[in-house]
């Protein structure tokens, strides 16, 4: 049960203010903080969306957001969109939407390859490295997910809640 940190008589009344668990995929966690490495552009992002209308327990599903931002004037209240890494604990500090864990990157691996095994490393053993550094960074995001996090309304203007995350997969 989330604590309930809304005071003001209009944050009360957002319907997301009844959210007091998300349940989401930790695989769609992964999945998204993934492909925000690979192909996310500043018109094109990959999110958690919790869809109205919102109740006690809401679905966090995998959502790309193409171009700008636009819903339905009739749609109210607009959908939430989360970052994957809202879902990861930052031990840099609480920064939503921000993970100290960073995807490593086939130039990184190629640099320890290097390192390891002199100048003449060929493709199959950068590979390796590789994906032996995705398979340690996917071991550390799901180590390092979070119970509780905040989730911003009302495009960041002050409005927000915390709340309970509940970890299950779609199969379960």
Same mark, same amino acid.
């Given at each position: ?10 944050l009360?009344?957002?319907p997301?203010a ?15 903080? =993934? ?8 018109l094109?992002?990959?999110?958690? /969306?919790?869809?109205? +209308?919102? $109740?006690e327990?809401?679905?966090? $599903? ?6 700008p ?5 009739? /749609?109210?209240?607009? +959908?939430?969109?989360? =970052?994957?890494?809202?879902?990861? /604990?930052?031990?840099?500090?609480v920064?939503?939407? $921000?993970t100290?864990? /960073?995807?490593?990157?086939? =130039?990184?691996?190629?640099?320890? !390859? ?11 053993v ?6 032996? !550094?995705?398979?340690?960074? $996917? ?34």
């Amino acid at each position: 049960m989330r604590d309930d940190p809304t005071t003001d008589e209009q944050l009360a009344d957002h319907p997301a203010a009844e959210i007091e668990t998300v349940v989401v995929d930790p695989d769609d966690v992964v999945d998204a903080l =993934e492909r925000t490495h690979e192909s996310s552009t500043p018109l094109r992002t990959h999110v958690l /969306r919790l869809v109205p +209308p919102f $109740e006690e327990e809401v679905r966090a $599903e995998p959502h790309v957001q193409e171009g700008p931002r636009r819903n339905s004037p009739e /749609r109210e209240p607009e +959908p939430i969109h989360l =970052e994957p890494a809202t879902f990861v /604990r930052n031990e840099t500090g609480v920064h939503p939407d $921000e993970t100290h864990l /960073r995807h490593p990157t086939r =130039e990184q691996a190629r640099t320890v !390859a290097r390192d390891e095994h002199g100048d003449d490393v060929d493709h199959a053993v950068v590979t390796t490295y590789y994906e032996d !550094a995705c398979e340690e960074w $996917e071991r550390r995001v799901r180590e390092s997910l979070l119970e509780r996090v905040r989730i911003y309304f009302e495009h960041r203007d002050g409005d927000e809640i915390w709340t309970d995350i509940r970890y299950e997969s779609v199969g379960d």
